[in-house]
């Protein structure tokens, strides 16, 4: 019997990679683009607080991550208020994807993961930050701009 290659692949399902983006960074498009690799779709979802406006509206912030992933159907962007674990949970999210620079994030990422795990039985997936792009953050580039200094290397 003629199979290709593909019809054995097992679904490999949607990720959700969740943040404020405020703004999307190099690190950002570096875990977006590996996250790809894993999942058939990636949904990156844009999270805000109604009480704490952020830097840029998330209106903004959607409409620069959209633009970005033009030209790559694969990549879905949605904003959301309110749980994590909600918003994966009505998106059908397979695993959420979460980037890890240094140990503080290590350790405040494995208790949002066990909490989201509790509440809805969906897995975090940590991707290690590239070496390269460890030490960039949005509250870096956020306090650069303030300054009055050129962010555009730190934006994809
Ligand atoms: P949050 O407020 O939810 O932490 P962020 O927008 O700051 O949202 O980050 C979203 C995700 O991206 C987090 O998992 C964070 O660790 C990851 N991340 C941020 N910057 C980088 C980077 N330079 N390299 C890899 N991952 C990163």
Known sequence: MKTTKQEYLPGRGRGLFPGSFDPFT???DDIVRRALGLFDEVIIGVGYNEQKPGWMSVEERVAAI???YADEPRVTVVSYTGL???FAKEHGATAIVRGVR???DYEYE???ADVNRQLTGIETVFLPASPELASLSS???RELA???RDISAFLP
């Open 26 to 28: 190099k690190g950002h």
């Open 66 to 68: 959209r633009k970005l």
């Open 84 to 86: 994590t674990a909600d």
């Open 102 to 104: 240094t140990m503080a």
């Open 110 to 112: 494995m208790q949002m």
């Open 139 to 141: 509250s870096l580039v």
């Open 146 to 148: 303030h300054f009055g």
